[in-house]
């Protein structure tokens, strides 16, 4: 007969409870599982791609950057039709008013502002030496329409791009004043959507603003500062007329003789014209230019009229026009 302790029953409660013990230890000791990166909403068309790849961001919503492309004559042509008849200046074309936030009007001015705000604190971090009329005129270099659209140039936005029929046709593409406007539109899209997905937002600007605007122009800007301490950064209108009164030549002025295309492709011509100092004298006109506004039209014909005034001095005569 033996002396030993009795060995327990194994009854199949028992060894169920055994089975779940055992693998509830086992899921316990695995470590957890990384939790997957969020999925975009949608992939982005092919240009759209290329777009981020040049921005150097990739949109958690790629919509945003799709309206900051759309220009208003595709949203309009998209309910109302392609116009009958597609000229610079048709009636049909003067009125494609979309409603806010179907094209990228209401991003432009958003960028506008964005981008004035951090080309403003880059110049200010790096010219403290710069009065404020020497700082606003750096700004307003790399703000320009011509800085903006070359900019809008070297990001690929003359392919990105949706415009309507109308557009296509009158060499959008090609048109400064759209491309910088469009470039506006996408700074405008990388801060909300940076935002939108806490980030800093500003930075995120600042570092595209930095690429293309401001390390392209820092050396000249140095190198202006340091030689004139800031005379090279006056602007042509800020030239001509010191050129006027130091020569007493006559009273200077801007004169709008010509508007044309339809609103958002709107042309302005502008005439210098030099005005005697003598009751009855004459009107002269120094030079006649073209811009996507008035200021940039007055800005190229003080342009040119100083480049007539040098040619005039240097002994050949006649009023510049472009």
Not at 67 to 78: I, K, Q
Not at 113 to 133: H, K, M, N, W
Not at 288 to 303: N, T, V
Request: glycine share 6%.
């Amino acid at each position: 007969m033996s002396t030993g302790a009795a060995k327990p029953v194994r009854t199949a409660k028992t060894v169920a409870r055994k089975r779940v013990a055992a693998k509830a230890h086992d899921v316990a000791s695995k470590p957890a599982a990384k939790p997957k990166a969020k999925a975009r909403a949608r992939k982005p068309a092919a240009d759209l791609l290329e777009l981020e790849r040049r921005l150097q961001y990739e949109f958690s919503d790629p919509a945003l950057l799709e309206l900051a492309v759309t220009h208003r004559s595709h949203t309009y042509e998209a309910r109302h039709g392609v116009p009958a008849v597609i000229l610079p200046a048709h009636p049909e074309q003067r009125d494609q008013r979309n409603a806010p936030g179907t094209d990228n009007e209401q991003m432009e001015f958003l960028g506008d502002a964005v981008i004035g705000l951090v080309i403003t604190d880059a110049l200010f971090r790096e010219f403290p030496q710069c009065s404020e009329g020497d700082l606003t005129r750096l700004r307003s270099n790399l703000v320009s329409r011509k800085r903006m659209a070359e900019m809008g140039q070297a990001l690929g936005l003359d392919v990105a791009l949706r415009l309507g029929k109308s557009a296509e046709q009158n060499g959008g593409r090609s048109k400064p004043a759209l491309l910088a406007n469009a470039a506006e539109a996408v700074l405008a899209a990388v801060y909300l959507d940076a935002r939108a997905s806490g980030k800093d937002a500003l930075a995120a600007i600042g570092a595209l603003a930095e690429t293309y605007l401001v390390q392209p122009e820092l050396p000249t800007m140095r190198a202006a500062v340091l030689a004139e301490a800031g005379r090279a950064l006056r602007d042509h209108k800020t030239l001509l007329q010191e050129r006027v009164q130091a020569t007493n030549a006559g009273r200077l002025r801007y004169v709008d003789v010509a508007e044309s295309g339809p609103p958002h492709m709107k042309r302005f011509t502008v005439e210098a014209q030099l005005e005697s100092q003598h009751e009855g004298g004459e009107v002269q006109v120094l030079a006649q230019a073209e811009g996507g506004s008035k200021k940039e039209a007055q800005q190229r014909a003080a342009e040119l009229a100083l480049i007539a005034w040098t040619q005039r001095e240097a002994g050949s005569t006649g009023e510049v026009t472009e």
